[in-house]
């Protein structure tokens, strides 16, 4: 069992930056790939990016390419989602996901076995 806890989440202006994270309590957080998912109000929870259990492997999603940054610090159990240039449209409940390590981290929501309870970020224009 994997439990997973985000924080960081808030209010901030268009053009700001915000940093998740998300810590886990297992003691082999090293061996799950990670990601971070978001659900904007009214709209189907979507992916963001991934991280596989090395970090050696990240994906973002186009619409955060160049303004989000995953990483991982195993040695903390924890993964992070920087979030820089944010826009409106990036308002949404952030949660974090845990899946047993593989080659390549996966990027849909079932593949994933555990989750958090999310963070709320709000991005006013």
């Known amino acids: 069992q994997v439990q997973l806890v985000e924080s960081g989440g808030g209010l901030v202006q268009a053009g700001g930056s915000l940093k998740l994270s998300c810590a886990a309590s297992?003691?082999?957080?090293?061996?799950?790939?990670m990601a971070w998912f978001r659900q904007a109000p009214g709209k189907e929870r979507e992916f963001v990016a991934a991280?596989?259990?090395?970090?050696?492997?990240?994906y973002h999603v186009d619409s955060v390419k160049g303004r989000f940054t995953i990483s991982r610090d195993n040695a903390k159990n924890t993964v992070y989602l920087q979030m820089n240039s944010l826009k409106p449209e990036d308002t949404a409940v952030y949660s974090c996901?845990?899946?047993?390590?593989?080659?390549?981290?996966?990027?849909?929501?079932?593949?994933?076995?555990?989750w958090g309870q999310g963070a709320q970020v709000t991005v006013s224009s």
């Open positions: 991280i596989s259990w090395s970090g050696r492997s990240t």
């Open positions: 996901a845990a899946a047993r390590g593989s080659n390549s981290p996966p990027r849909i929501q079932r593949a994933y076995d555990y």
């Open positions: 297992a003691r082999t957080f090293s061996s799950y790939d």
